[in-house]
Structure formats: structure tokens, C-alpha cells
């Protein structure tokens, strides 16, 4: 999985996801999960465009309590933060277009 997405745990969620103020796309994925790894190469394909207003973090399901807490049946999942808050949630690995369009919806362009 790529460095320039930065791996968290249930022990720097906290700091990184909750306490951030801005804009937070966290992918939940698993090691096991073929789609997960391809939609992580999709999130590198926009990186570039969205990184300075967005913040890129993934965290493995198999290792977090994640899945309780946000209710998490299929990876991969992203979670969109705001200054700690979930607004919004998408299952299923998104193509490039879906992605961004997912993005902007949110007001993120």
C-alpha cells in the first residue's frame, strides 16, 4: 500500500481524525481485500489534486475497533470527516470519476 496515504490506528485516530480541522478522507481496507488495493491506486491517481484540501489516511479493519464504531459491513469503505464530524460514507471501490465526483458533492474541489 502507498506511503503517500498515511496508515493510522485505533491509537492515532484520535489526533489524526477527530482533533483535525479540516477535511479528513479516511479509507477502511483489509490486507485480504483485492478491490481495497486497487482503490488505493485510484486514491493516488488524485492525490495530487486534492491533497492540499483534503487529508489522506487508510486504516486496516483487521487491526481496529473501527468497524463497531462506524458500522463498517464492506471494505473498501471511506469515511469523509470535517473538523472531526463524519459527513458523508461510500462503500465499494469508486473509479477515478466516482471518486472525485464524491468529492466535489462535498464540497471539496
Known amino acids: 500500500m502507498s506511503n503517500r496515504i498515511i496508515d493510522i490506528n485505533d491509537d492515532n485516530f484520535k489526533d489524526e481524525v477527530l482533533n483535525y480541522h479540516g477535511y479528513v478522507l479516511l479509507t477502511c481496507w483489509a490486507e485480504w ?3 481495497c ?7 493516488n491517481e488524485i492525490f495530487d489534486d486534492f491533497s492540499n484540501k483534503v487529508k489522506f489516511l487508510k486504516i486496516n479493519i483487521g487491526f481496529s475497533n473501527i468497524i463497531e464504531n462506524y458500522n463498517i459491513y464492506s471494505v473498501p469503505t471511506i469515511l469523509l470527516f470535517n473538523k472531526g464530524i463524519l459527513i458523508s460514507s461510500k462503500s465499494g471501490n469508486l473509479d477515478k470519476k466516482k471518486l472525485v465526483n464524491f468529492l466535489k ?5
Do not use: M
Not at 37 to 42: D, E, P, R, V, W
Not at 105 to 109: A, H, P, S, T
Open 37 to 43: 488495493k486497487i482503490f488505493i491506486s485510484t486514491l
Open 105 to 109: 458533492l462535498n464540497n471539496i474541489n
Open 33 to 35: 481485500c483485492g478491490p
